[in-house]
């Protein structure tokens, strides 16, 4: 967590309230704060900070489903990026759709170099999150990773480290994010969508929070069109995975107040661009 970045902490039970740093704090070279936390001002709920993460969940926030108890693993977390995420999408869509593609479109979509907080939601190693604060190019601003693992969290930041970026990660749930109302420029989502349960509160979340020019780019799996791919996506189900039709999906967005801009489907993968706004227009994806 860095210095920059406390200004724009909200308590997620009052998020109009802005989180109040502790004095008595562990700070790095680099001014990291490792270690302390942060209260709220009305609430006087007290956050920890450890190993450099704010964790506004606590001990008692438990996986929900199968897939987010494997996701709390640390062996997930060392091999999500390691392992699968590099090849995840080319398997999905059944054609090449690799780090090449998927994330100068990302960060073209998101542009980040207008300034102001970019958030990465629900952001596992935080591969997003190191998108956008590179496509930063140096202007004013934050990049934050949410997150409900601990070990995707610590694994991520230590890949921001690596990289020597400047990242605040909090481990957080999508349906109550840690900002102010209209305060966030950029919100991204990749994959997570279909794990993270209550879709329609973390797609309210989204609209709360995305500034009037702010922009979300989700990228999501839709239901499968073959039968073998429904089958797999139906044992999924039990695991706490969803799926959605491509029109269910986007009425979702429209319910949650939010407006599709732009859209490309690739198989199951979709990649949305999202504003805030009332309506969505009819667009036909492209494939």
């Known amino acids: 967590m860095y210095p920059e970045a406390?200004?724009?902490?909200?308590c997620p039970?009052?998020?109009?309230?802005?989180?109040?740093?502790?004095?008595?704090?562990?700070?790095?070279?680099?001014?990291?704060?490792?270690?302390?936390?942060?209260?709220?001002?009305?609430?006087?709920?007290?956050?920890?900070?450890?190993?450099?993460i704010l964790d506004l969940l606590g001990p008692l926030?438990?996986?929900?489903?199968?897939?987010q108890l494997t996701n709390a693993l640390p062996l997930t977390a060392w091999g999500y990026e390691r392992v699968w995420r590099p090849r995840a999408l080319s398997l999905l869509?059944?054609?090449?759709?690799?780090?090449?593609?998927?994330?100068?479109?990302?960060?073209g979509l998101a542009a980040p170099q207008r300034g102001g907080l970019f958030v990465d939601v629900a952001c596992s190693n935080g591969l997003y999150a190191r998108t956008l604060e590179q496509a930063r190019a140096g202007a004013v601003g934050v990049t934050f990773g949410i997150d409900h693992s601990g070990p995707m969290l610590r694994q991520a930041r230590a890949f921001a480290l690596s990289e020597g970026l400047r990242i605040n990660y909090v481990r957080?749930?999508?349906?109550?994010?840690?900002?102010?109302?209209?305060?966030?420029?950029g919100l991204t989502m990749g994959g997570s969508l279909n794990e993270i349960g209550a879709v329609d509160r973390a797609l309210?979340?989204?609209?709360?929070?995305?500034?009037?020019?702010?922009?979300?780019?989700?990228?999501?799996?839709?239901?499968?069109e073959r039968w073998v791919g429904?089958?797999?996506?139906?044992?999924?189900?039990?695991?706490g995975v969803s799926f959605w039709s491509l029109d269910d999906l986007n009425r979702r967005y429209v319910a949650a107040g939010l407006r599709l801009r732009a859209q490309w489907q690739y198989g199951v993968v979709v990649f949305s661009q999202l504003t805030a706004g009332a309506t969505a227009p009819r667009l036909v994806p492209h494939s």
């Open 230 to 239: 429904r089958a797999v996506q139906g044992m999924l189900g039990y695991a």
């Open 6 to 10: 406390l200004a724009y902490l909200r």
């Open 93 to 107: 869509a059944g054609q090449p759709l690799g780090y090449t593609y998927e994330l100068p479109l990302i960060a």
């Open 13 to 52: 039970r009052h998020p109009a309230v802005p989180l109040v740093l502790e004095e008595r704090r562990l700070t790095a070279a680099d001014g990291a704060i490792l270690r302390g936390g942060m209260r709220c001002a009305q609430c006087r709920r007290r956050y920890p900070i450890t190993e450099g």
């Open 172 to 185: 957080a749930t999508a349906q109550a994010l840690p900002f102010a109302a209209q305060s966030v420029a």
């Open 204 to 224: 309210a979340e989204w609209r709360r929070t995305l500034a009037p020019d702010g922009r979300g780019v989700m990228m999501n799996l839709v239901q499968a």
């Open 61 to 67: 926030a438990l996986p929900a489903t199968a897939t």
